[in-house]
């Protein structure tokens, strides 16, 4: 299968105050087409670096940052946005739905933002939505809906668009073990069924055996894979 | 949600129309009431001196009376009314014509009565009814106008002139201007002769100030009152100013109120444009109901404004309407395009971690 992510020396440092602050040095790594990747490591080794640079949130200090073929480095911040828009399905830890939209306005939001057209994201949502066993809760708001409620209606929002790649920074860390479980198992379903590219990072081993393949992270290197 | 917020956004954009459209009411409306009350006096001509504001009341009386029975003797002419014009402070600013009776009613077609009778003896006054009704006055009550005493004789139907009436001699009297007056209002035997008429006067009084009243009345516009357009203009400025703050306000914090949020949606691939998009749509939905609400309450300040103060009016018309909603919408842009640009620079790693 091609690779569809390929990170290679790469570096980002940040600057607060006067000093600066190395987060990643130099890592690398790649993801093959339809793989379902953790990178697993304690807090502050550098993994949600990693992941926001993948998604293009914030670009390299230095080194490839490849993604579906084009090139992060050369990117500006639009033509990062673009590809974020076209090709990257984010999930959260908190979640991130916005409050004043139903679950359905929600996932139907990301849909608008990429530019498909009103009923064209239907059959995907409809099989989707299907999928994580959310059709009765898609007129709720998410102060309506459970933990895993919400972090199932963010999967869906993700992945509404048909993404090349799903990016999820520690999609359990606020569920409880059964609700875990639960977004795990649809996660690896995706995966499985859907041939859905995951890039999923977490401090928890437990976590990542869900994946095809675990990467390890310390103080902003990739140890092993 | 934030409903306080949102009501207060509204609420400055409504005052900001309101004020707008009520300072152009006003004006306009004062001027043309002005302008009615002239045209009522039913003269074709009128004749002042060169030198004259054409807001009669400005300008004082320096014409001779006498000047009146040498338009009188111009074939076309009907009937000739010397005018004094004098500007009271009493009960506000107003205008008291100085009339000799028989002329006046030979231009004008006569008072219509409501109460009362004409002016009989010198210390007689004749007020209209608006005014009667705004100082709450009556027939038979005495009437202090420029420190004297005058004896309220009658009550007439509003619309010729002024809104005060005294005889022209106890008026000279009073402002030491024996003999004078500020205009003459020239009836003609027909308004076809006006052209002729006009030729005549001004070979007859070459240094005066002859206008028919067609003419004249073009004239009642705020371009041709000293700083009144310039009055308007800081107004409007002023009202801009308000609704452009409260805006801004309103849309910073909103703005970093949904940091996060802004945040999502630049995860999720949101353009700067679409950002931006969404920050104009929210203010032009306030704005729009901060004008429509604007509006509506113009009509309201209006009726309570007429109410208060009969002798004003307050000219609201379709134009400033659309005008005032224009303004408001283009200040409210201007107000939120800072914090809509500010929503745009927001890194979306940093507003993804915003509490």
């Known amino acids: ?31 093959q087409e339809g793989e379902f990747v953790s990178i ?61 939209l139903t679950a359905y306005g929600n996932i139907a939001l990301a849909a608008h933002i990429a530019g498909i057209k009103n009923g064209a994201h239907r059959s995907q949502l409809d099989s989707v939505v299907k999928m994580l066993g959310i ?41 409880d073990t059964e609700n875990s479980e639960l977004v795990l198992n649809m996660l690896h379903d995706l995966n499985q069924k859907f041939g859905q590219t995951i890039l999923m990072i977490t401090h928890n081993p437990e976590v990542a055996i869900y994946s095809d393949r675990i990467v390890n992270m310390r103080d902003g290197h990739v140890l092993e894979n | 949600m934030r409903p306080v917020r949102t ?37 074709d001509i009128m004749v002042q001196p060169q030198t004259t504001s054409m807001f009669m009341g400005f300008s004082g009386a320096p014409m001779p009376v006498q000047i009146g029975e040498k338009l009188a003797q111009v074939a076309q002419v009907r009937a000739v009314a010397p005018v004094m014009v004098q500007m009271s402070s009493t009960s506000g600013i107003t205008l008291i014509y ?7 009613d030979a231009v004008s077609g006569g008072f219509r009565y409501l109460e009362g009778h004409g002016l009989e003896s010198p210390d007689d006054v004749l007020v209209d009814d608006i005014f009667a009704r705004s100082q709450k006055v009556h027939v038979g009550q005495t009437l202090t106008l420029l420190n004297h005493p005058f004896h309220l004789a009658g009550i007439v139907e509003h619309g010729k002139g002024a809104r005060i009436f005294v005889r022209i001699d106890t008026l000279q009297d009073l402002m030491g201007a024996l003999g004078k007056t500020s205009v003459f209002f020239v009836k003609l035997a027909s308004p076809d002769d006006t052209r002729s008429a006009i030729a005549a ?73 679409y950002i931006v998009n969404i920050v104009l749509r929210e203010t032009a939905f306030l704005t729009s109901v901060g004008v429509g609400s604007g509006i509506g309450m113009s009509y309201l300040v209006r009726r309570i404004v ?33 914090p809509a640009f500010r929503a745009t620079r927001q890194d979306a790693i940093e507003a993804l971690a915003y509490e």
């Open chain 2, 306 to 338: 007429m109410h208060s103060f009969p002798t004003i009016n307050v000219l609201i018309t379709g134009d400033w309407m659309l005008r005032a909603g224009l303004i408001a919408l283009v200040a409210s842009m201007a107000g939120a395009s800072y």
């Open chain 1, 135 to 175: 059709e009765e809760r898609l007129q709720h708001h998410p102060g309506e809906l459970s933990g895993g409620e919400q972090q199932r209606v963010a999967i869906a929002r993700a992945v509404v668009t048909r993404p090349k790649i799903l990016l999820a920074d520690e999609p359990t860390g606020n569920l």
């Open chain 2, 98 to 104: 100085g009339i000799v009776p028989e002329s006046f």
């Open chain 1, 40 to 100: 697993v490591g304690p807090s502050g080794c550098g993994k949600s670096t990693l992941l926001y640079v993948i998604g293009g949130l914030t670009k390299p200090s230095s080194g490839i940052v490849s993604l579906d073929g084009e090139d992060l480095g050369q990117m500006n911040e639009a033509q990062r946005t673009q590809m974020r828009k076209r090709k990257i399905g984010f999930v959260f830890q908190r979640f991130n739905l916005l409050p004043t």
């Open chain 2, 7 to 43: 009501l207060v956004s509204i609420t400055a954009v409504a005052v900001e129309v309101i004020l707008i459209i009520m300072v152009v009411g006003l004006t306009h409306g004062i001027l043309q009431e002005t302008a009615r009350r002239t045209q009522g006096v039913g003269a």
């Open chain 2, 201 to 273: 006067f001004e070979q007859l009084l070459p240094h005066y100030q002859i206008r028919n009243m067609q003419d004249y009345l073009s004239l009642m516009t705020e371009a041709n009152v000293p700083g009144l357009t310039d009055f308007i203009h800081v107004m409007i400025a002023l009202a801009i100013s308000i609704g452009l703050l409260v805006i801004f306000i309103t849309m910073y914090s909103t703005i970093v109120e949904r940091t996060r949020e802004i945040g999502i949606l630049k995860s999720m691939g949101a353009s700067k444009a």
């Open chain 1, 1 to 31: 299968m091609p690779e569809i992510i390929h990170v290679e020396h790469l570096r980002k440092i940040y600057r607060l105050g006067k000093v600066d602050v190395h987060a990643l040095r130099g890592v690398n790594v790649s993801v």
